[in-house]
């Protein structure tokens, strides 16, 4: 049973008198479409998400939330329609700006384990959209291999990003600290970073980017077999460990840029991933052979040494870092991202009441 007194397991029964009155308190219009799922064709409307919202034990509050995130799935650029590929990457959320406190999202000890109602309860909100919306059962279109668990929320800790002048998650992709933002993309596996020892940022960095390479794996061939630039992996980094570099004046490009020189592998296992093991890279090209048609850096290929050390990305910014958790542990998650099989996306979350309905009743004044 959970902190708010209620079966975290238990699913509410989406009735017309409950889905009403969760879409009454912002105003919305029930019937307003925000696009297409797919692959499954159905029609995703603001009904649909508070039906699934009601079902998974959200309060009224999170739909924006959940409009937003509704809005990512109907974007071309997220790519909904691979969650239902064979290697079983699942969807996290990324919650940042002043929408953390104002809708109390935790983010400190077990930001990322269930438990907390907001963080879990729309964690859950996107399994069941996925299900009944998108079709991704395995009857229709989620041909998984094994699966993961649904992820809740992750809400990152915005006073240590204030502290440390830090651009939150959502900055990397042209937000504001004051905007509040929801930010999605698929993960393929997660590596604990456990017990960073150090108490300068180049004792800590060589640890952190060895988790960054033990997360890593078949994910390369988005460097190359599915498009220049597609894999940007997640590191997420307690407030301890981030202190650790705020003490000394880094910025998070510094710490992104370190990352990227330490985080590398020999150039024969990258080619390995991509092709010998894998075989998704056609005619099992070497990265000397890829640099030449121009379709890696110039990095990839500084010589045809088969020990050299490249890099898991292409620029330092493809490393991503996100500030959350317990403050008095020093300890990382390292996340592979699945590239364009669920593309980081952002949308802006937007907490004012709505004049769907407004405009309606007064179609003049709405411009109409």
């Known amino acids: 049973r959970s902190r708010f007194g209620k079966s975290l397991s238990r699913r509410i029964p989406p009735t017309r008198t409950a889905v009403e009155a969760f879409i009454a308190v912002t105003g919305h219009d029930p019937w307003r479409s925000l696009g297409t799922a797919r692959p499954s064709g159905r029609e995703i409307t603001v009904w649909s998400v508070a039906v699934n919202g009601v079902m998974a034990g959200c309060r009224p509050e999170h739909l924006p939330v959940l409009l937003a995130v509704a809005e990512i799935l109907a974007a071309a650029q997220y790519g909904v329609e691979h969650s239902g590929n064979t290697t079983g990457a699942d969807a996290l959320m ?11 999202f935790r983010h400190g000890p077990g930001a990322h384990r269930e438990g907390h109602r907001a963080n879990t309860t729309v964690g859950r909100w996107l399994r069941l959209f996925l299900r009944n919306v998108c079709g991704f059962t395995g009857d229709e279109h989620d041909k998984a291999t094994f699966g993961n668990p649904a992820k809740p929320v992750l809400a990152e800790d915005m006073d240590v990003l204030a502290e440390l002048g830090w651009p939150s998650l959502a900055g990397a992709f042209g937000f ?34 060895d988790g960054l390479v033990r997360a890593t794996g078949w994910d390369l061939t988005h460097v190359y077999g599915l498009g220049r630039a597609q894999y940007r992996p997640l590191l997420l980094i307690s407030p301890m460990i981030a202190r650790t570099f705020g003490r000394v004046g880094w910025s998070k490009r510094q710490v992104q840029a370190a990352l990227y ?24 090209r070497t990265l000397v052979d890829l640099a030449a048609a121009g379709l890696v850096p110039a990095v990839f290929a500084e010589s045809d040494d088969p020990q050299r050390l490249v890099p898991i ?13 317990d403050p008095n542990r020093a300890n990382a998650l390292a996340m592979a991202n699945d590239g364009p099989h669920g593309w980081w996306t952002s949308r802006f979350v937007d907490t004012a009441p709505s004049l769907d309905l407004a405009c309606r009743i007064g179609d003049e004044e709405c411009g109409a």
């Open 313 to 325: 990305v292409t620029e330092p910014g493809d490393i991503l870092i996100a500030v959350a958790g």
């Open 176 to 209: 504001t600290p004051g905007d509040s933002v929801v930010t999605l993309a698929r993960i393929n596996s997660t590596v604990m970073i456990g017990s960073v020892f150090g108490s300068t940022p180049e004792e800590i960095v060589p640890y952190l980017a």
């Open 261 to 284: 020189a330490a985080a590398c592998i020999p150039a024969w296992k990258f080619e390995a991933l991509i092709g010998q093991w894998s075989n998704l890279t056609a005619g099992r």
């Open 94 to 104: 990324v919650l940042s700006g002043p929408v953390v406190a104002e809708l109390g």
